[in-house]
């Protein structure tokens, strides 16, 4: 069962939902300010980790959240992290709308 699981891979499509789930709900209709968006990374990246350890506490998680109005400037970002590659995974996940890109990294690293 995902919930009790220690293999990242296993609750990945589990761990999309979730962050589908919690970015619709903050970003969805809305339009981007550079004040909105300072609090809106902070509220969707605190959001995710909490409903992430409500679903599987087997597993440490570190959320990147970045938010940027769209326009035609480019953009490189690089994570990296040290794992066991048996157990630990992570998921990017791009959302969008008409004002904005909202980018996340989750890494789940296995207790």
Known sequence: MPRESVVF????????????????????????TASDAQ?????????IVTELQE???NF???????????SDAGLHISNSCYWNGTTDGNLPHKWENDSMHCIINIFGLAL
């Open 9 to 32: 891979a296993e609750i990945r499509d589990d761990v999309k939902d979730i962050v589908d789930k919690v970015v619709a709900d903050k970003l969805e209709g809305r339009t981007y």
């Open 60 to 70: 440490k998680y570190t959320v990147m959240c970045l938010i940027m109005k769209k």
């Open 55 to 57: 679903f599987n506490s």
């Open 39 to 47: 609090s809106w990374t902070s509220i969707i990246s605190k959001d």
